[in-house]
């Protein structure tokens, strides 16, 4: 469960980052 919700974190991180960069 925890894994889940830590990848959900670097899910967001991660597209954020290449909106950023788009």
Do not use: D
Not at 1 to 20: C, P
């Amino acid at each position: 469960m925890i894994e889940e919700g830590g990848n959900k974190r670097k899910t967001m991180a991660e597209k954020r980052q290449l909106f950023i960069e788009m």
